[in-house]
């Protein structure tokens, strides 16, 4: 049902195993196409990742930049770089040495500037893009607040790492900084193998009769989507995407959090199939659309050998949902799951594959095959514990956005963190702000009456339907002692037919004029059968 027997009797998988190491190593299948997409727009910051610790306490800055090496040393994805040869990217690893970790004072200012600096700090950083071919694709660099007030700041490419890649580099920091500052070696497991193993491993998989089977669910699963969500811009969309973006957040209190779990259990779904299914409802209400695909990470580290590897192994599946006009959101949830297990079950086919093979009409304003992506993080964040130093993890964002949308919800303290990343040439943040209230308000109606229809469900908030009360405030107004308005247009028009009635921007109208389209559209409405009583939707 999930396949229809597509991942059925594949060959078994090869053996992961070191290869040799020589200059020029081909890139995994994401790694080729970041580098093709840094060729095409080089100097972005599309594709970093930033992260950045709060310490506070007594920071053994030598210990701490020994732990950085250390973690450099043991994964060579951090001292790897790419450039082409002959037009195709190849990876070059440096040998081992110290991560710079640059000490930038900002005591010196007033205690109340020196958080916005170092705020301005973390923004500037995770805006500065790499140089692929030159390196280093790690970044580091130590704010001084204050004596025992520290922020370390770590970005890191795409290319490089992902999120998974952070917690370990979170927990390895965390052993390495505790052993030297006890004199002692750490106690961190050897690696198996290194990324360019992994790397080599998946094109000699990958490959075949098991790519063809592979890709054959996908083109059966994708084949015929639509080609793009028209979604309601605040702008015109340009011809190429600038990747300028932003992001605005808010919360699902615990007890809307709470209503939807217990539909998630009696519909023998997930969170995160319920988000998808709302997510795609409220796109397919904003759009007209009943065809609607998102895009989702996830994780892709079945092999054992690559759990405790720093790289970069995420992938991205396509869940296209056929909405039916009168679908409850019920069974919405039902196929929801359907199509996610189905995805899950052909996950090994890298997205840039799938692109290839499936050839959608590319459009450099928008991402191939979706341009709204969701996430649920139900993992807690890596918080490293540092030897005698409390530390937390600050928020970091790049000021870049790669997809039109990006929904991600976290699950902390018993609610559930929202956060949208949008392009700021698209839209507007109010818009955003709008659009999570809306996926609440849907929320909400869908966990207190899963068997309606999704199409039915309603979007507005509290505030927003009591403006609609105020504006429909209108009452019955009194006609005015000469005619309604219509018959005073008609009369100035025959009193002063060359005057001006209409103005805006170029275009003006005489009385005369307006006289005239005015009858001609009484005319058009009439012929559709429009009367006394009978409304008519105004756009203006």
């Known amino acids: 049902a999930l396949g229809g027997g597509l991942a059925a009797a594949l060959p078994p998988l090869a053996p992961l195993a070191p290869v040799a190491r020589h200059r020029g190593l081909r890139l995994s299948f994401a790694q080729e196409r970041l580098w093709f997409l840094d060729q095409l727009e080089p100097a972005t910051a599309a594709y970093n990742l930033p992260a950045a610790l709060a310490l506070s306490g007594d920071l053994d800055v030598a210990a701490l930049a020994a732990g950085l090496a250390a973690i450099a040393r043991r994964h060579e994805t951090l001292r790897t770089t790419f450039a082409g040869a002959a037009g195709q990217p190849r990876a070059r690893i440096a040998p081992p040495g110290p991560v710079p970790l640059p000490l930038v004072d900002l005591g010196a200012l007033p205690p109340a500037a020196r958080s916005g600096a170092a705020a301005a700090r973390l923004r500037g950083e ?70 360019v193993d992994y790397a080599a491993w998946q094109r000699e998989w990958l490959r075949g009769e098991v790519m063809e089977r592979q890709l054959a669910y996908w083109r059966q699963r994708l084949g015929g989507a639509d080609a793009a969500l028209a979604l309601p811009l605040d ?164 000021g870049s956005a790669r997809f039109d949308l990006a929904l991600a919800a976290t ?68 006609a005015g002692a000469d005619g309604d308005l219509a018959a005073r247009l008609a009369r100035q028009a025959e009193r002063s037919p060359e005057r001006w009635a209409v103005a805006g921007g170029e275009v003006r109208l005489t009385y005369r004029e307006l006289a005239r389209q005015a009858r001609a559209l009484a005319a058009r409405l009439r012929a559709l059968g429009v009367g006394p009583e009978v409304g008519v939707a105004v756009c203006c």
Not at 131 to 154: C, K, M, N
Not at 348 to 354: A, I, M, Q, S
Not at 451 to 468: F, G, I, K
Request: aromatic content about 6%; charged content about 20%; hydrophobic content about 45%.
């Open 126 to 195: 995770a805006a500065r893009p790499f140089d692929l071919a030159s390196g280093p694709l790690l970044r580091a660099s130590l704010l001084r607040l204050g004596p025992d007030d520290h922020v370390l700041t770590l970005t890191l490419h795409h290319i490089v790492s992902d999120g998974w890649s952070f917690e370990v580099m979170a927990n390895e920091l965390a052993a390495l900084y505790d052993a030297a500052t006890e004199s002692r070696p750490p106690r961190l497991p050897e690696l198996p193998v290194q990324y």
């Open 411 to 478: 699950e902390a303290s018993g609610g559930l963190a929202l956060g949208v990343e949008f392009r700021r040439e698209l839209f507007d943040a109010a818009t955003i702000g709008r659009l999570l209230g809306h996926c609440a308000a849907l929320l909400a109606a869908a966990a207190a009456g899963p068997e309606r229809r999704a199409a039915a469900l309603p979007l507005l908030t509290a505030p927003e339907l009591q403006q609609l009360r105020e504006w429909n405030a209108t009452g019955q107004a009194p």
């Open 235 to 398: 702008r015109p969309r340009m011809a190429s995407a600038s990747y300028r973006g932003a992001v605005v957040r808010s919360a699902v209190p615990p007890g809307l959090l709470q209503s939807v779990q217990s539909l998630a259990r009696a519909e023998g779904v997930t969170l995160f199939m319920v988000l998808a299914a709302a997510l795609a409802t409220l796109l397919a209400r904003y759009s007209g659309q009943l065809d609607v695909s998102l895009g989702t990470p996830v994780a892709n580290r079945g092999r054992r050998e690559v759990e405790r590897l720093i790289g970069l192994f995420v992938n991205t599946l396509v869940l296209r949902l056929e909405l039916a006009a009168d679908v409850s959101f019920r069974a919405l949830l039902a196929n929801v799951r359907e199509v996610a297990l189905g995805a899950y079950a052909h996950q090994d086919v890298p997205f840039e594959k799938l692109v290839e093979d499936l050839q959608p009409v590319r459009d450099l304003s928008r991402s191939p095959l979706f341009e709204v992506l969701l996430a649920l993080n139900n993992q807690p964040t890596a918080r490293p514990d540092l030897r005698g130093l409390g530390v937390s993890r600050l928020p970091s964002e790049t």
